[in-house]
């Protein structure tokens, strides 16, 4: 079993790095599998699975749908060749909305009757900030973004609710047109951000203590700019509180067999 | 009960068009309340929803969902003090896959348990196209736009899986690449084109013949484009026979309170 990370994660093929987390690598996935889309899991039962996928559909910035997996269905074009129980490389496990496992191999935590959701992940458009030469700073400091639960609620389907979760960049003041303009390219990873600049309207009321990921510094002569986040799903789970939900831990994505461009519109 | 035509229906606000319609009057939608969207309809049973949301998921060219009506939901902010069971012109019902009825006022037909779904229709691409000056021969010659069943299957989900179908517009061929341009900028209309050209690639043996709509020639010096139709999920119920099944009578839509520039992309 090979679990030693590799020399360039960013030249292995989605398969490869997808087999290289089965075989037991944990790892944040930032920087895998150069040039294709990563994924946030959420896997609920199929009696969830309807209010489930349309609170997605309600909420498109922040659960934007690439894929789901029906149940019984263990990978997909997505994933191909792949086990979505095992190749991800750090799972969460959520029992009534409360976090009860962390880990590298859900198999034995699976059922049957689990519905899979694939939803997009920031990654990729940060890829295309950084191709533009829009510096970003966590990914300069090598940390996991800040996110924040914020005050605003997402829109509620069914049994599911919860507050909107943001991600933030702190963005050179003279490249937030440029990064809103990149950004919208990609509606199916999040799009342009829901905010900019004031942090106290969604409720925020210190950036150095974020709710998820890592604090960074707003550097002098950047604004901070806010984009729907992919643990919004995260977040109406442990509000709504389903029997079971299994999703990835933060930053330990799903490489999927997408390319980045597959996502982007004109 | 006001049951004739308004002078100007482009002029109407998209609650004073469903009130007319709620009164009586039957009238396909095009021109009706410009700028605003109009959308298909599919309403099925709930015990279907989830299998339908994810067709239309994994079909987003052709059933691209702008919201849902849950059960026991008859109006949305889409159609705001409205009420979907009287609000379109006409409506379509097929029980296990077969047209029985067509009427304007679906009532003695709604079941509390039906999920109701609006899918985005070409009329708002077609503004843009034509308010970039390209023609548009179906609307020149004030006729439905013609549709084809395609060899193509769409994507299956669940109980649902049906054929592909696609509307043609015929566009001069130094205007197809701007019609490309222009459409793909609606992601959540049916988008770009899903071929353009090769009607015979698509199983259509003869264009003069369509499966819905009016015949449309195709003039010297214009190339027959194909997108994804918002009628595949009738295709859909047809093929596969769910127990109930409400849509809109082609050409007659919800006009909805969405302006046609909230689906703009960049």
């Not at 090979?2 to 087999?19: F, I, N, Q, V, W």
């Not at 029992?95 to 009860?100: E, K, P, Q, S, V």
């Not at 990873?189 to 004031?198: E, L, Q, S, Y």
Request: glycine share 8%; aromatic share 8%.
């Amino acid at each position: 079993m090979m679990t030693h990370p590799p020399a360039d994660p960013g030249a292995l093929s989605p398969a490869e790095a997808r087999a290289l987390f089965r075989g037991g690598l944990v790892r944040p996935t930032s920087g895998f599998s150069r040039g294709f889309a990563q994924a946030n899991l959420l896997a609920v039962p199929e009696d969830c699975a309807f209010d489930f996928l349309l609170f997605a559909q309600r909420n498109p910035k922040s659960c934007p749908v690439l894929g789901v997996l029906e149940s019984g269905q263990l990978e997909s074009e997505l994933l191909a060749g792949g086990d979505i129980r095992t190749d991800v490389p750090l799972y969460r496990v959520y029992r009534d909305g409360a976090l009860t496992e962390e880990t590298p191999d859900v198999r034995p935590h699976w059922r049957e009757d689990l519905v899979a959701f694939l939803i997009g992940c920031s990654f990729t458009f940060e890829s295309a900030l950084v191709d533009n030469g829009i510096a970003v700073a966590h990914i300069e400091q090598g940390v996991n973004v800040p996110m924040y639960r914020t005050a605003l609620p997402a829109e509620r389907a069914g049994r599911f609710s919860g507050p909107l979760v943001v991600s933030m960049r702190p963005i050179a003041a003279d490249r937030v047109a440029d990064a809103v303009r990149i950004t919208s390219r990609y509606p199916a990873v999040h799009g342009a951000p829901v905010h900019i600049g004031d942090p106290a309207a969604l409720g925020i009321a210190d950036l150095m203590t974020p709710d998820f990921g890592t604090p960074v510094d707003v550097a002098p002569g950047t604004i901070p700019v806010f984009w729907a986040c992919g643990v919004t799903p995260q977040a109406a789970v442990m509000e709504s509180k389903p029997p079971l939900a299994i999703a990835h831990a933060p930053g330990h994505m799903l490489v999927t067999d997408a390319r980045d461009l597959e996502y982007q519109v004109p």
